[in-house]
């Protein structure tokens, strides 16, 4: 049903404006999905999942060609928007995973002319991998395991690793030192943020900061780049620690990220972000609110009693809602949307919760909307009155699929907090 919708979106922006990758895009669209709903089936720890994002963000170079791009960030969409009719327990690190490959894939291709940097994220990913395997296998032993020795043992793995593959590998100026940054406070994030811990937002606020400052010397260093390299090595060490918690921390980090992406795959519109402008606040709270409204109406279903009408109707809203935006806000507007989507899971760790789907739909949604900026050209070019116009219809369509979401919820049970 999910593959069905995203076809027919696909379907339908494609007959407002023609676009020439709608092969690479559906290939990258069922990929996404197949990555999460086979380790929803599946059991086994966190590596499992996560293997299955990086081969899928390895697969959609080879049978996606020359329109990898687009292909990518579509299987990135897809497999956020899939997440929401899965088992986030065992389908969420594949999504981190195939964040972490993405963005640095796309920032790659962005920063450098040679071929092996649009590889730079299944590279890592691949050399996660192997450290997750060796991680693991020096932790057999029961008298060497322990909170504090087990995130250390993973850190310097992933120092070495890192260092070796974006210095000597790819050549990276600066991103050997990003590698030992994110690796670094990739740990300290964990150790202030154990899994199962109580709440204590005081911390949650100083994980934001550490990742923010993060991405500040990573940019300082390599640029974009950088910022990119520095969330997918601190998203793979977190993901292979199985801390769901430090990871929705990273949120601001993936949006600044995302942010980026979207800003060089359109430069004359993503312009420096005016935080002074009404529809750019608007971006910024719709952005920051919007991923945790399904996350929300799923903690009243149960895995067995979900409603797939339900999640039809959140596919729907967030395949549509973008555009929507493009059409009321302008590009100003959608640029603090997407700016404010990395806020979403910081305010989910916040709450006690540690559903790892603010997170997914945080890379998703800005994915869809780099996907589809240029498939309707004409959206921008409507008069105020015509804008307003627009406006009413999306509100009075909200509210028709919001009481549809209130009766389809009927049914609640008590909210449940996903505990690994």
Request: hydrophobic share 55%.
């Amino acid at each position: 049903m999910l593959l069905g919708l995203m076809t027919a979106a696909i379907i339908a922006v494609w007959k407002v404006g023609p676009a020439p990758d709608l092969v690479p895009v559906s290939a990258g669209l069922l990929i996404g999905a197949i990555c999460v709903l086979i380790p929803d089936r599946l059991g086994g720890g966190v590596l499992s999942p996560f293997a299955f994002g990086v081969a899928g963000a390895g697969l959609v170079h080879f049978v996606a060609s020359p329109g990898v791009q687009n292909a990518q960030v579509a299987m990135l969409f897809a497999a956020a928007v899939a997440l929401l009719a899965c088992s986030e327990k065992r389908s969420g690190m594949a999504v981190v995973a195939l964040a972490a490959c993405v963005v640095l894939d796309q920032m790659g291709h962005f920063n450098s002319e040679s071929e092996a940097y649009n590889y730079a994220g299944v590279i890592l990913g691949m050399g996660a991998i192997v450290i997750g395997i060796l991680g693991n296998s020096l932790q057999l032993s029961p008298e060497i395991k322990s909170k504090t020795l087990t995130p250390l043992t993973f850190c310097v793995l992933m120092i070495g690793g890192g260092w070796v593959l974006t210095s000597r590998y790819l050549s990276i100026d600066g991103g050997g030192i990003v590698a030992i940054g994110a690796a670094v406070a990739a740990t300290v994030v964990h150790l202030l943020l154990p899994e199962g811990g109580q709440v204590d937002s005081l911390r949650i606020g100083v994980a934001g900061v550490i990742w923010i400052g993060l991405a500040t010397l990573a940019f300082g260093l390599a640029k974009g780049l950088g910022m990119a390299l520095a969330f997918s090595v601190a998203a793979s060490l977190l993901a292979l620690l199985g801390n769901r918690a430090a990871l929705l921390s990273t949120g601001p980090l993936l949006g600044l990220v995302m942010y980026r992406i979207y800003r060089q795959s359109y430069p004359d519109i993503a312009r420096a972000l005016d935080i002074g402008q009404h529809y750019a606040l608007i971006g910024i709270s719709v952005g920051a609110l919007l991923p945790l409204l399904p996350t929300d109406w799923l903690h009243q279903q149960t895995e067995e009693k979900k409603s797939l009408a339900g999640v039809a109707i959140w596919s729907c809203i967030l395949v549509g809602l973008p555009f929507a935006l493009s059409l009321v806000l302008d590009a100003k507007g959608v640029v603090g949307f997407v700016a404010g989507l990395g806020f979403s899971s910081l305010f989910e760790a916040m709450r006690g919760q540690r559903s790892l789907r603010p997170l997914a739909l945080t890379g998703g949604i800005a994915a869809f909307i780099c996907l589809t900026h240029n498939w309707a050209p004409n959206l921008t070019d409507l008069t105020r009155d015509q804008k307003m116009h627009a406006f009413i219809w999306t509100a009075g369509t909200l509210i028709v699929l919001g009481l549809a979401l209130g009766f389809l919820g009927g049914r609640k049970v008590a909210p449940v907090t996903e505990a690994a």
